[in-house]
Structure formats: C-alpha cells, structure tokens
C-alpha cells in the first residue's frame, strides 16, 4: 500500500464497506422481480463482501441490469476488492489518497479530483 494513502481499518472501513454495499443493494434492488429475489438481498450470503458481492442471486441480478447500472455495480464490486486489499482511498492514477470529500460522496472513486477531471479530459 503507498505510504500516502491512509489506511482505512476499525470504524472507517466499516462505514464505506457499509455505504457501498448498500449501493450494490439498491442497484440490484431496481431489478428484482420477486419476493425469493428481494429476500436474498435483505439476507447477506455468510463470508466476507467479496462473496456478498459475488453471490449467486447478485449475479443473477446483475445480468439483468442495463448498462450504466452494471458499469456501477462493477465499480462497486472493484471499491469492495480495493477496501479488503488496503488500496481503496489511493489515486489509481497519482497513487495519492483521494479526499474524504469525494469518498463520502462517491464510495467507489477510483482517482482524486485532478487525475478524475484529466481522465475526462475536462480542466480543473
């Protein structure tokens, strides 16, 4: 992990790792059709949020989601990978720790504010 980027253990990594699999929730919940299907979302599968994220009824789901909501939902999915790595809340780009402004606004950033707006291609 670079030595810039803070850590995110205890409390922290516990609210984003909640934030963000309430966002996986919502999007899969916009696609379920039946009651089997909302139940297994209100019932996390046991392991770790890896497993949650990739479990049979989440991928059931998610095949059926159009695709801005599946590009989100593998954003999400990615954000769960980098938290239980130690690298979520470091720049994919500058490898810089990205502020918590925009992780609390947007959990599954992949690169702080500069390297997002020269990724779009837009000035800062």
Known sequence: MNPAARPFEGMLAAEF????LEARQKLLRTVAATDEEMAA???PDPGDPMDRASSTWGALL???LG???KHELDEIVEALRRLASGDFGTCESCRQAIGFARLRAMPAA???VRCQSTQEGTPR
């Open 62 to 64: 998610a095949s059926r």
């Open 17 to 20: 790792r909640r934030r963000l």
């Open 41 to 43: 979302l209100e019932t």
């Open 110 to 112: 992949r690169f702080c």
């Open 67 to 69: 695709g801005q909501d």
